[in-house]
Each structure stands twice: as structure tokens, then as C-alpha cells.
């Protein structure tokens, strides 16, 4: 019952602070030369955002395997792969549906998009030998050392723009020389709020397909037992 209260709390908190982020998204004045295009960042940004975390999680979730050899954290770690693909996905989606009208074209092969688009074969292969290996324990070893060789991807694909100057604008949000909002006020404020309530979609998200992800290991060990005990009828 406990987890059930912190699910449901969390869900609570999440569609609150999602639905704050929306109304402050729809009454935020428009841009002078993007007008109402602006407002797709608010979504983009953050999805770009929960993308980073996601994918930071499902290395960080994979090293706690490795060192302690408990499920739990493979499951968690799957389940954020599966989250940081959802919102690369979005992020793209995002960032086209503003190429179009500003760059002229819904995609162009510059490094940051390169290397986002290169993040949905890395996690997508992830997510594919997992599927490949039966053995929970070499399965969850593999996948563990691939989620901490893949989160490599973050800091690269965040310093692309300054490393491989292409169309794509720099970072919205600098974290070196200095912390700095590279925003309007109005509209970092938005971002804050946004980026705050996908933090909390992704808490909840990982929490939600961590159970589901513990029931379907208990099923599948149930499984096995059942095979196992079959088998041994069949030798009696």
C-alpha cells in the first residue's frame, strides 16, 4: 500500500506541476521574430533534458549493478533506457516540427542532430541485446557495461554545438564558465518550470516501469520454476 500512496503522489505532483508549466507556456508572450514557435521549446528543451537524465540514470543504475549484483537496479535501468528513448523521439520530433519554418527544412545532418539521432541506435541496441540474451545475470552484465559505455553520448552531444559549429543554436542552458540562462527572463522562467515538471515525469515514469518491470522478472522466474518442475515430473 505504501507504494502505491508514493506512485500515486508522485503521478499527483507530476500532472500538477505539468499542468502549471502548459498554462505559463500558453500565457507567455510571443517571440518578435519566432511569435508563437517559441513556445515549442518549452517542450523541446525540456524533453532534450529528461533525454540526458535518462540516459545518465540508465548508466548510473547500471554501475550500481555491477558493483552490488541486486535486480533492482537492472530493472531501473532498463526502464530508464526506455524512458530516454521515448524522449530523444519527442526531441526530435520537436525540433523538426521548429526546422521547418526557421531553417527551411524538418532536418539537416548537423553534429547535434547527428549525435541525438546516433543516441536512438545506441539505446535501440541497448534495448535489442537485452532482448537477445535469456540469462538474467549475463543479461544484466552486458546491458549494465553498454548503459555506462552509451552515457559517453551526453556530454558529447551537449558540447556539440561548440565543438562542431553547425545551424543548430548553442546551449539554452551553459553550465560552463559560468551557470547562465540563454534565454528572455520570461521565457527561462517557463523553462525552469517545464524542466522541473518533466523531472518529475521522469520519476514517476521510472517508478511506474520499475514495478512493471519487477512483476514481469517475478513471472518470468515463476516460469521457470513451473519448466524446471515439469521437467523433473517427466524424469520421475
Known amino acids: 500500500m505504501r507504494q502505491d500512496r508514493v506512485t500515486t503522489g508522485l503521478g499527483l505532483a507530476t500532472l500538477l506541476s505539468l499542468g502549471v508549466a502548459v498554462a505559463l507556456g500558453l500565457s507567455a508572450p510571443l517571440d518578435q521574430n519566432q511569435g508563437s514557435l517559441v513556445r515549442l521549446f518549452f ?6 533534458w529528461l533525454s540526458y537524465l535518462a540516459y545518465g540514470g540508465t548508466g548510473l543504475f547500471g554501475l550500481l549493478y555491477l558493483l552490488t549484483r541486486q535486480r533492482r537496479w537492472d530493472r531501473l535501468a532498463l526502464a530508464s533506457a526506455e524512458i530516454g528513448v521515448l524522449f530523444t523521439v519527442s526531441t526530435i520530433v520537436g525540433g523538426m516540427l521548429w526546422a ?65 559549429r553547425g545551424v543548430h543554436q548553442t546551449q539554452t542552458l551553459k553550465l560552463l564558465g559560468g551557470i547562465r540562462f540563454d534565454a528572455a ?25 520499475g514495478i512493471l518491470a519487477a512483476r514481469e522478472e517475478a513471472r518470468e522466474e515463476r516460469e521457470l520454476m513451473e519448466d524446471l518442475q515439469g521437467m523433473e515430473v517427466a524424469r520421475g
Open 43 to 48: 517542450v523541446h528543451v525540456p524533453s532534450a
Open 185 to 209: 527572463p520570461i521565457y527561462g522562467w517557463v523553462l525552469l518550470v517545464a524542466t522541473l515538471a518533466f523531472t518529475l515525469l521522469y520519476a514517476y515514469l521510472l517508478r511506474v516501469r
Open 100 to 164: 521547418k519554418p526557421t531553417w527551411g527544412a524538418y532536418w539537416v545532418w548537423d553534429a547535434r542532430l547527428t549525435t541525438t539521432a546516433l543516441s536512438i541506435v545506441i539505446y535501440g541496441g541497448y534495448l535489442l541485446i537485452r532482448s537477445l540474451i535469456d540469462d538474467p545475470d549475463r543479461r544484466a552484465r552486458v546491458a549494465a557495461v553498454v548503459g555506462l559505455v552509451g552515457t559517453l553520448y551526453v556530454p558529447v552531444n551537449y558540447m556539440a554545438v561548440e565543438w562542431w
